[in-house]
Every structure is written in C-alpha cells, then in structure tokens.
C-alpha cells in the first residue's frame, strides 16, 4: 500500500533548528517531485520547498536561506531541514509526492499525514 511517512517536528525556541523526514513506501517504481506544504492555524495550506527526481529545488520566499530540502532517491525519502526558525513557521507541516509510479498504479499527488511545528518566541 502506498503511503508517506513523516518524522521529526516538535517544540523549539525561535531561533533553534529542526529537522523533518518523510519517507514513501509501497512498491515504487519512480517519483517526480517531492516537497512539504505548511499549513498555520486559521491560514490556507502553502508551499514550503519541493525537490524534483533530479534535484532541481523550489522554495517559498518566507524560506529562503533558511530551509534546505534534500531527497535520497534510493531511500524515496525527503528531508526538510529547517534553520531560523521564526514563530511564524509555526504550522502542521504535510509531504507530498507527485507522479508516483509503482507496480501497479500511477498516483498524481500523495500527501503524508502532517507533523506539527510549533516555534515559541
């Protein structure tokens, strides 16, 4: 069955680092895009980073210079490692994969379950 699963997330101050993972599984042949969308209490969801199968990166401006996403092809794991953190990062953070091919079906869009940020002042 094919699934995305997060890790990482948590309470930290601002200024502080953080990391999150997520990791696809379910007999996957190939995945195009992987990446994290955030979403803030009382706000829309909204983009944070996205890596291509060929490591071409895409981030939010809010997040520029202090997030880095990061992929393992082998491992059909992203990595989102999160640097000055502001309280405004706060938010559930959801991965994603895109044009997921696996053995038997091709899924446009899989979403994770969601990890919680919460970056006090």
């Known amino acids: 069955q094919l699934q995305l699963v997060g890790s990482g997330g948590g309470l930290v101050q601002a200024g502080e680092s953080l990391g999150l993972s997520c990791a696809a599984s379910?007999?996957?042949?190939?995945?195009?895009?992987m990446g994290w969308h955030r979403q803030a209490p009382g706000k829309q969801r909204e983009l944070v980073a996205t890596v291509t199968s060929g490591g071409r990166t895409n981030y939010a401006d809010s997040v520029k210079g202090r997030f880095t996403i990061s992929r393992d092809n082998a491992k059909n794991t992203v990595y989102l490692q999160m640097t000055s953190l502001k309280p405004e990062d706060t938010a559930v953070y959801y991965c994603?994969?895109?044009?997921?091919?696996?053995?038997?079906?091709?899924?446009?869009?899989?979403w994770g379950q969601g990890t919680l940020v919460t970056v006090s002042s």
């Open positions: 379910g007999s996957i042949s190939s995945i195009n895009a």
């Open positions: 994603y994969a895109t044009d997921v091919i696996t053995t038997i079906h091709r899924h446009l869009e899989v």
